[in-house]
């Protein structure tokens, strides 16, 4: 299978919030984040986790990471239509090098 | 915050003709940038990592002689397809990171859409 796996569609209703579940095979990274791609557009970091960290929140987002069970996590709270995008985990290495989930297509519904 | 600007955003081009893809690091020395290729509704895979005044690192699979990698300053890669084809059609994404930075966050360019005709 993948390094670096994730579901690939989620649906949620405006207001309610957007769990999105990562999990990967490569303990030794440093870093852990999550993208945001919007249509056409580049990568927006919307936040990162360091390795020995369990958990982080920033605003309306909170990363859960299980290092046991090799699982990443992202919530966001109250899901805007804004929150309409694609989104990607990454793991990096101490150089920066990235290796990508095939990414999360999340849509907003009103 | 540091950023990566990416140039040209789209270009088109006739099949046979090369094309070159620029990265830059524009308040921050990179010694080190990474070059991804997106396919449609997929994610982003490493094609290589650009290393300044020295040879390019390629992913398994990657053609070294097709995709030139050019890492003349610490502040500009350049990514060269050359003899495009249909099929290389893609968007491709520059990434740097910050050594000086308090985290070893990657930045990344706005992309360039590169499809050929």
């Known amino acids: 299978g993948e390094d670096v796996e994730q579901s690939l569609f989620l649906s949620v209703r405006e207001g309610d919030s957007s769990v999105i579940n990562c999990t990967y095979t490569?303990?030794?990274?440093?870093?852990l984040y999550w993208y945001k791609q919007e249509p056409g557009a580049g990568l927006q970091l919307l936040t990162y986790?360091?390795?020995?960290?369990d958990m982080k929140q920033d605003q309306r987002l909170t990363v859960l990471l299980n290092k046991k069970d090799k699982h990443l996590s992202l919530r966001i709270a109250d899901t805007q239509t804004g929150d309409s995008a694609i989104y990607f985990c990454a793991l990096s290495d101490s150089w920066g090098k990235l290796q990508f989930g095939a990414g999360t297509q999340v849509v907003v519904t009103p | 915050g540091a950023v990566v600007s990416q140039h040209p955003s789209w270009v088109i081009c006739k099949s046979g003709t090369s094309v070159k893809i620029e990265c830059r690091s524009l308040?921050?020395?990179?010694?080190?940038m990474f070059w991804y290729r997106q396919f449609p509704k997929q994610s982003l895979m490493l094609m290589a990592t650009?290393?300044?005044?020295?040879?390019?690192?390629?992913e398994q699979g990657v053609e070294k002689d097709k995709f030139l990698i050019n890492h003349a300053s610490l502040t500009l890669s350049t990514l060269t397809v050359t003899s495009a084809h249909p099929e290389d059609s893609s968007f491709y994404i520059c990434s740097a990171r910050d050594p000086t930075g308090e985290n070893t966050e990657a930045f990344f360019g706005q992309g360039t859409r590169l499809t050929v005709v």
């Open positions: 986790i360091f390795s020995n960290m």
């Open positions: 490569d303990s030794s990274s440093t870093y």
């Open positions: 308040d921050f020395q990179a010694t080190t």
């Open positions: 650009s290393n300044e005044g020295s040879k390019a690192t390629y």
